[in-house]
């Protein structure tokens, strides 16, 4: 069974960064593509951005494109999502999620793995 973990998340000032970290274990991260999802209570989780397999091909919403960059390290079964020049609507939990069928999906119901989250919190 695949299981991920988030890690990264925390307090930061608008404009600052935060990388986010996703680790894999259970069985090789190379087979899924990922995606970082977030969500604030009582809206729905929303797509941020995914990677294919490889890592060729990515995707972005458009309210963190030219912010937001991710990438991957199949070596170290970690996915990366380098969040910069954040704003405080950019504050939720933070998952990442694995499907072994889609490239780089941001729908949710693409992705049969979750992890449990980490918050990000932007404020002043």
């Known amino acids: 069974q695949l299981q991920l973990v988030e890690s990264g998340g925390g307090l930061v000032q608008p404009g600052g960064s935060l990388r986010l970290s996703c680790v894999a274990s259970?069985?090789?991260?190379?087979?899924?593509?990922i995606g970082w999802f977030r969500q604030i209570p009582g809206k729905e989780r929303e797509g941020v951005s995914g990677?294919?397999?490889?890592?060729?091909?990515?995707n972005y919403a458009d309210s963190v494109k030219g912010r937001f960059t991710i990438s991957r390290d199949n070596a170290k079964n970690t996915v990366f999502l380098q969040m910069n020049s954040l704003k405080p609507e950019d504050t939720a939990v933070y998952f990442c999620?694995?499907?072994?069928?889609?490239?780089?999906?941001?729908?949710?119901?693409?992705?049969?793995?979750w992890g449990q989250g980490t918050q990000v919190t932007v404020s002043s």
């Open positions: 999620a694995a499907s072994a069928y889609y490239s780089d999906s941001l729908n949710r119901y693409d992705y049969d793995y």
């Open positions: 990677i294919s397999s490889s890592g060729s091909s990515t």
């Open positions: 259970g069985f090789g991260l190379d087979h899924y593509a």
